[in-house]
């Protein structure tokens, strides 16, 4: 039974560009919700995404969208890339917007140079 | 504002030797605690959520306490395969869904 699947693992961008990170939730999970984690730092709530809408959104500017696929599969776009950008980016997904549990990604890794 | 955080930062053990780690909170209506382990490169483990004072949840060498101000994670003879940094999240009311976490501990159990 697969996990929730990220892609790519990493990736470097200059400042200034604009990249798509991709996500698949666990078998079964309808939900899916989007965190930046900083060196060293806890992960930071971006967004939710629950039946192709955006449920809820975080402290982020709006450079930060996303999107959700029929298919429960998600996109998370950063346009306009700052250095501060750069963190490990998780995917976690969910059976229902309030579930108790989450299953996270390994993340992708964003280097912004 | 509502908040999370964790003690210590670091925190290094003898193989066999008990500890614990704290989470302390102070959110508007606690949702549920929620514990997690993440190993370098990987995203966050699921280990527990706690929703009441007074509840535990035990898994492995693993137990997981809740007051009305902070939850602790004890850890009962610790092997090198628990080293890891251990996160605590919280849900609160008028949160919505989303989990906040504090900045974790950084376990390592040395033989």
């Known amino acids: 039974d697969a996990g929730v699947t990220q892609s790519p693992t990493h990736l470097i961008k200059t400042r200034g560009q604009q990249v798509t990170l991709r996500c698949s939730p666990k078998?079964?999970?309808?939900?899916v919700s989007w965190y930046q984690q900083a060196l060293g730092q806890g992960p930071q709530f971006i967004f939710q995404y629950y039946e192709e809408e955006e449920r809820q959104r975080g402290n982020f500017p709006d450079r930060f969208s996303g999107h959700q696929f029929p298919n429960y599969s998600s996109e998370l776009n950063v346009n306009a890339l700052l250095l501060g950008d750069s963190a490990l980016y998780l995917c976690?997904?969910?059976?229902?917007?309030?579930?108790?549990?989450?299953?996270f990604g390994s993340g992708t890794r964003l280097t912004v140079v | 504002e509502d908040q999370v955080t964790q003690s210590p930062e670091a925190l290094r053990l003898q193989e066999g030797e008990s500890s614990s780690l704290n989470c302390s909170y102070t959110v508007s209506g606690l949702r549920g605690l929620f514990w997690y382990r993440q190993d370098p490169g990987k995203g966050p483990e699921f280990l527990f959520t706690l929703y009441s004072a007074g509840e535990e949840k035990e898994k492995e060498r693993l137990k997981a306490t809740l007051t009305k101000k902070e939850s602790f994670l004890h850890i009962t003879a610790p092997k090198p395969e628990d080293s890891a940094t251990y996160l605590c999240?919280?849900?609160?009311?008028?949160?919505?869904?989303?989990?906040?976490f504090g900045t974790g501990t950084q376990l390592k159990v040395e033989l």
């Open positions: 999240a919280v849900r609160f009311t008028g949160g919505g869904n989303k989990l906040t």
């Open positions: 976690a997904s969910s059976l229902g917007h309030s579930a108790e549990r989450y299953t």
């Open positions: 078998s079964g999970h309808d939900t």
